[in-house]
C-alpha cells in the first residue's frame, strides 16, 4: 500500500526555521524523483522543490530559492526539506509526491494520492 506522511510542521515566527519529513513506503521511491508542494487557505496547490531520484538534482520555486533546501535519504525513503528565514507567505499544509518525469513533478503531476501534509503556520 502506497502511502506518504508529512511530518514537522507547527507554529514558528518570522525569520526562524522548521525541517519537514515525507516517509514514503508501498514503492521503490528511490527510484522516482521526488518533490514538496505547498497549499495556502483558499489557494491552489503551488510546486515547492523536487529533487532527482539519487539526490544529485534539486529545483525549487523561485519564491523559496535561497531559503529552502530538499534532500533524501534512500536508504530510510524519506525526504526532507529544510526552511529558514521563513516569511508569513511561507504558511500553508505542505505535500510531499513523486513523479517518473522531475520535470512533469514540477508541474503538479503526480503519481500517487495526496497524504494529509503537514500544517506550517509563520506568524509575523
Known amino acids: 500500500q502506497v502511502r506518504l506522511v508529512e511530518s514537522g510542521g507547527g507554529l514558528v515566527q518570522a525569520g526562524g526555521s522548521l525541517r519537514l519529513s515525507c516517509a514514503a513506503s508501498?514503492?521503490?521511491?528511490?527510484?522516482?524523483?521526488m518533490g514538496w508542494f505547498r497549499q495556502a487557505p483558499g489557494k491552489q496547490r503551488e510546486f515547492v522543490a523536487a529533487i532527482s531520484d539519487n539526490g544529485g538534482s534539486t529545483y525549487y520555486a523561485d519564491s523559496v530559492r535561497g531559503r529552502f533546501t530538499i534532500s533524501r535519504d534512500n536508504a530510510k525513503n524519506t525526504v526532507y526539506l529544510q526552511m529558514n528565514s521563513l516569511k508569513s507567505e511561507d504558511t500553508a499544509a505542505y505535500y510531499c509526491?513523486?513523479?517518473?518525469?522531475?520535470?512533469?513533478?514540477?508541474?503538479?503531476?503526480?503519481?500517487?494520492?495526496w497524504g494529509n501534509g503537514t500544517l506550517v503556520t509563520v506568524s509575523s
Open positions: 509526491n513523486a513523479d517518473t518525469h522531475i520535470t512533469a513533478l514540477k508541474s503538479g503531476y503526480v503519481v500517487d494520492s
Open positions: 508501498g514503492r521503490a521511491y528511490h527510484l522516482y524523483p
